[in-house]
């Protein structure tokens, strides 16, 4: 079955074009110029993943990757017009897994799109459990299903919460540097890596932690990067 993608995109000619290499690359496209009408796709249509661009003319991207962030965990892959550091920046915060900033050469986009709905596909191995705990309990992970509880209650990672929370427990303890974190989930690394890191970082404090301003599931090491403060059980 077809992976759908949804492309937000005011620009029509360059949502056409966007169209025309996904669907080439085998993925089904639904297409908008309106971020409304983007919102409401998003709640209706099972999406492997949105390329949103931020500057629309009636909501603003940022609103409708809220909106979108509200009902699920799909995948967003963010356009920015201006290689602005703090647009960037702030739709990481909001929960992007990857950005282009335009211009862009569409072979490209097409390439990190494959790259992000290969990450966000969990396995497929049906009802084979795959739990490991840490910290007598307090935080579950499931590798084969993709998923994480924390002292009891599911959380919803984005599929790049969830690479940085699986890669660093795969050793707690072990300190993990931002270019290798971003090197594991992305395979790559670019330019403003560090702060994106630190974005998704945050983002999962909030989601793990009793209290995000002293974290204790994942911890900052200084100079360093980061590593995941519990110990596994068993
Ligand atoms: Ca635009």
Redesign the pocket.
């Known amino acids: 079955m077809a992976r759908s993608v949804l492309v937000v ?3 029509r000619k360059l949502r056409e074009l966007l169209r025309a290499y996904l669907e080439r690359a085998g993925f089904a496209v639904y297409s908008t110029g309106s971020g409304a009408e983007a919102i409401g796709l998003a709640r209706e249509r099972a999406l492997a993943l949105i390329v949103l ?1 931020l ?2 003319p009636d909501v603003s991207g940022e609103e409708v990757m809220r909106e979108v962030r509200a009902v699920g965990d799909v995948p967003i892959l963010v356009l920015t ?1 201006r290689a602005s550091e703090e647009e960037r920046i702030r739709g990481l915060e909001l929960g992007a897994d990857d950005y282009v900033t335009k211009p862009f050469s569409p072979r490209e986009l097409v390439l990190r799109a494959q790259a992000i709905v290969r990450r966000g596909r969990g396995d497929t191995r049906a009802g084979e459990e795959d739990l490991v705990t840490f910290g007598e309990g307090e935080l579950a992970i499931d590798e084969s299903r993709r998923h994480a509880s924390v002292r009891g209650g599911v959380v919803t990672l984005t599929p790049t919460e969830w690479g940085i929370l699986a890669a660093l427990a795969t050793t707690p303890g072990r300190v993990f540097s931002r270019a290798e974190l971003i090197n594991r989930v992305r395979g790559y690394e670019f330019e403003g890596y560090e702060r994106t890191v630190d974005s998704h970082v945050k983002n999962l404090r909030r989601k793990l932690e009793l209290d995000p301003r002293t974290p204790r599931i994942i911890e900052t090491v200084l100079g360093g990067g980061y590593r995941l403060g519990l110990r596994r059980d068993g």
Request: glycine share 14%; net charge negative.
């Open positions: 995109e005011d620009e661009d500057g629309l017009a």
